[in-house]
């Protein structure tokens, strides 16, 4: 039972009829059966995308799903920010009790890297990909850096306790071990923006904030729920296409082997700018030309999805050499349009076939009288992928 | 496929608020303000009324002290009572205890047979009662005798020729006639009885001037008891 007595400040009590958690941090949590996810994407126009998620019986029901307002204020950029503390109440069908949020941030990392690297006094040098680098083609927003940060070496860290949050040199990172033993998946925010997203929901209304996960990660959580995935047994290949960035990702049996940012590619927001641009056309007429095949967008696209496509090969040679896993299929999820091309892109280069299934598969089992949203596609539900998988996550806990 | 899913949850326990609209970190110390102001009120209400009662002492052990004269006055005034109550109670046991043998004597005349000549006739005084405390004789004495009943005799002294009169003066007194003031018992006809009854009979036989010898005889009479009661 969980007592707070501050604002900050929250004691677990054991009582006698509470099981004992199998395994303490190492083992598996049971999280809350009742969970809203929440893309915080400040940039998308039509708001948040939200998902309610309800555990019934054994099955995971979606309860609500849509995009809900954003918050009156912009992540922080540095300590001082926090001041401007914003608080953001979500409409009444994703008021659940709690509530997992899925954060995109410049400022944000993910690797995959080993715990001797993480140790050593020369960690940040060590990491597969910066966290903040030049893109091909979109420049990140220039994120204003702690002025410790520039000065100050990085220092080292203690060994870190799998799926506990660590906080070093003014960022906060939690790592999962992977299925390789040496290597560790390890993901950050900047302190100041940790606890300014955890009290982002106020306390005393629904619902509150149980869990903040950088969205690549969350991503990953949507995965296991896609019946292709778990039909080929969790032996695939992922590639997720975000806005800014693209991230694969290879499973054996489910377990994450693998995970790498695809150095110099750029997201799905850089590949509209390039059919807008090589094909001379409006912003309106871009979705329904990478959706259609009247216009063929691909000698535009090609500049960005080849590359994508050798780093994918590249990957795909390393999961078989050094695992001795040979994939069949690729999941491509998070990209909203176009999917149809990459998949005969891909079907030329690796010759592997590219699937890119509704996000809601796996979780379509909906409560009598609520429906998704009406002009729901495969491509759209997209944009609710990190949603899903923050709340997919929270509601299993960690394990 | 049973892997495990991958949390990283950036988020402290410590830093997961509650969605409750009631809050333990806002509720626990207003539940100890609250209490803590009982427990002043009742201390309070405790002290208030600890204080009524102490005024309330105070003023009884003044009101003790004014009336201590009075009350020994009538502390004094009762037992002055009780003391007189006592000497009337007395007076009422005495005036209960004296008896009257104006009756007895008249009906004595009647019975006497005309050869007893009767030489005396007394109810003796009873033995002085000791009405000094032997252990403090200066104490003032009692007011009466410790003793409630008093027995009393009938002495009757005489002579006479012939002892059928003698017999048949002591059957009439002790007939029924004389049963107001003579202890009469159902049981008089036997030996013990007539013993308890006739305490002394005392026969004298000599000669008189004439010649006929006389018989002097005394007889005792245990009477009613006198009682000293109310």
Redesign the interface.
Known sequence: MKLQLTKDKTIDVKMPWEKPSAGGTAGRCAGPSDVTGVFLDMSDARGCPAVRLQRRKGEIHVVAAGFVPRPDGALPNSWDDLRDQVKWSLPHAFQSSQAALAVYSPDMFIRQTTVDALTSAETSPAAPVAPTKKKLGVRRDPAPQPQEKETKPASAVSAPVPFVPVSHDGNRFVIAPLDENQFILQAGLPEYQVLWLSRLLPEGHRPTACSVQVAPAAMLSALHSQPDFVAADGTAMAVFVTRNSVYFAGYRKGALLLFRECPGAAGYEVMRELVKTGLGVTDEMVDSILDGTLIDPRPALEPLVRPVLQQLKLSMDYLAQRYDVHVDKVFLMGLPTGAHYWKSFAEEVLGVPFVSPDAFAGFRQLVKGVQLPNDMTAGASHAYLAALGAARAAMEGHG | ?????????????????????V???VM?PLLSLLLCAACLVWWGIILMQGMILGGKVRSVRRDLESRKTAHAAILAQMADMRERQAQLDQLDAYKNGCLKYGGLLAKLADVIPEEVQLTALAIPEPPPQMLYDPKNPMRPPLPGPTNTVEDVQLRISGRTAATASMTALMEAVESDAFSEWILVDDAGNNAVARKKRRINIRQELHAGDDGVRMLAFEMEFRCKGRRFEK
């Open positions: 496929m049973k892997a495990p899913n991958i949390h990283l949850n950036l988020l402290r326990p410590e830093e997961m608020a509650s969605s409750s609209p809050r333990m970190r626990m």
